[in-house]
């Protein structure tokens, strides 16, 4: 029952456009004890999910745009078989803290953009009718 509260909690997350992978990797390797590389498999099947429902929405929207979907795709295939050749080089527990290192560098860098963007709207602040 644990675990269908936790995965309907991050796939709300996910639904709201947050980074929620992140947070199924931490839970199914710190809470239920899983192998890093395990549990990344696993959030690479959730995202499958989720990625297509929200691929559905932004069409719906039509809020896509070709060029930044080829380049991404693009990247990904180049990336994806470099990563899973890095992965089962490396010990897991170097996984594990270079996957939180770069969790905690992301949402660094989210907060930043995030108050760099509140600051700029309390100079220029939109006067509603």
Same mark, same amino acid.
């Given at each position: ?5 936790? *995965?309907?909690? +991050?796939?709300?997350?996910? !639904?709201?456009? +947050? ?11 710190? *809470? &239920? =004890?899983?192998?890093?590389? *395990? #549990? ?10 989720? @990625? =297509? #429902? ?5 069409? /719906?929207?039509?809020?896509?745009? =070709? ?8 990247? !990904?295939?180049? =990336?994806?078989?470099? !990563?899973?050749? #890095?992965? #089962?080089?490396?010990?897991? &527990?170097?996984? /594990?803290?270079?996957? @939180?290192?770069?969790? +905690?560098?992301?949402?660094?860098? *989210? ?5 760099? /963007?509140?600051? @700029? ?5 939109? +006067?509603?009718?």
């Amino acid at each position: 029952m644990r675990d269908a509260i936790v *995965a309907l909690v +991050i796939a709300v997350l996910s !639904g709201m456009g +947050i980074g929620s992978g992140g947070f199924l990797v931490l839970y199914l390797t710190l *809470a &239920e =004890g899983m192998v890093q590389l *395990a #549990a990344q498999g696993i959030n690479l099947l959730f995202f499958l999910f989720s @990625g =297509g #429902a929200s691929l559905l929405v932004h069409m /719906r929207k039509r809020r896509l745009f =070709g060029n930044a979907i080829l380049a991404m795709s693009t990247m !990904g295939m180049l =990336g994806s078989p470099l !990563g899973s050749l #890095a992965a #089962a080089a490396l010990p897991s &527990e170097l996984l /594990r803290k270079l996957f @939180g290192g770069m969790l +905690i560098l992301s949402g660094m860098l *989210a907060l930043r953009k995030s108050l760099l /963007r509140d600051k @700029g709207n309390k100079k220029n602040p939109k +006067i509603l009718p």
